[in-house]
C-alpha cells in the first residue's frame, strides 16, 4: 500500500510542477508580454489576446486574438517566441537588464520579435534603430549570460 501511495504523490507532483517556469521571461501571472498575440505583431498590427485563445509553452501562457494565430503558434512556437524573453531589447543591449515594454513598440528583424520600452519622452527603439547591430550583438551576449545563470 505504501509504494502505491508513494507512486501516486509522485505522478501528483510531476502533473502539478512538471512544467518548469521560466523565471527570466516578461511575464504577469505566467501570461507573456501583457496578453499580447505573439502572432498579431507578424501580421503588422499589435493585438491583445484573450485567454479565450490559450496555449501554455515552456511554462509560459501565450494568449491569442482568434483560433487561427493559437494554431499558428501551436505549429512553430520558436517562430512568434519574443526575442530576451520579451524584455526591451535596447536595455538588454546596452546594459544587460531586463526592462519592461511597451507591447507596442516592436521591430521585426530576421523574422524574430524585438520588443521596446516607450514610456513618456524615451521611445527606446529610436535608440536601437541608430546603433541596432552592437546593441543586437550585445544583447545576444547578455541574454546569453542571464540563461545560462539559471
Given amino acids: 500500500m505504501k509504494n502505491i501511495l508513494t507512486v501516486c504523490l509522485i505522478f501528483i507532483g510531476s502533473s502539478l510542477f512538471g512544467q518548469e517556469h521560466n523565471k527570466h521571461a516578461n511575464e504577469k501571472k505566467g501570461v507573456i508580454i501583457a496578453g499580447y498575440d505573439v502572432v498579431s505583431y507578424f501580421n503588422g498590427t499589435p493585438q491583445k489576446g484573450s485567454d479565450t485563445y490559450q496555449y501554455t509553452h515552456e511554462g509560459l501562457t501565450y494568449w491569442f ?8 503558434f501551436v505549429q512553430n512556437p520558436d517562430d512568434y517566441i519574443p526575442k530576451y524573453g520579451g524584455w526591451c531589447a535596447y536595455a538588454m543591449g546596452a546594459s ?3 526592462v519592461k515594454i511597451d507591447p507596442e513598440t516592436y521591430k521585426i528583424i530576421d523574422n524574430k520579435l ?13 535608440y536601437w534603430n541608430s546603433n541596432e547591430q552592437n546593441l543586437k550583438s ?13
Fill in 65 to 72: 486574438v482568434n483560433s487561427d494565430n493559437k494554431e499558428t
Fill in 96 to 98: 544587460g537588464d531586463k
Fill in 114 to 126: 524585438y520588443l521596446f520600452y516607450n514610456f513618456g519622452k524615451d521611445n527606446t527603439l529610436t
Fill in 138 to 150: 550585445n544583447a545576444d551576449k547578455y541574454w546569453m549570460e542571464i540563461l545560462n545563470d539559471q
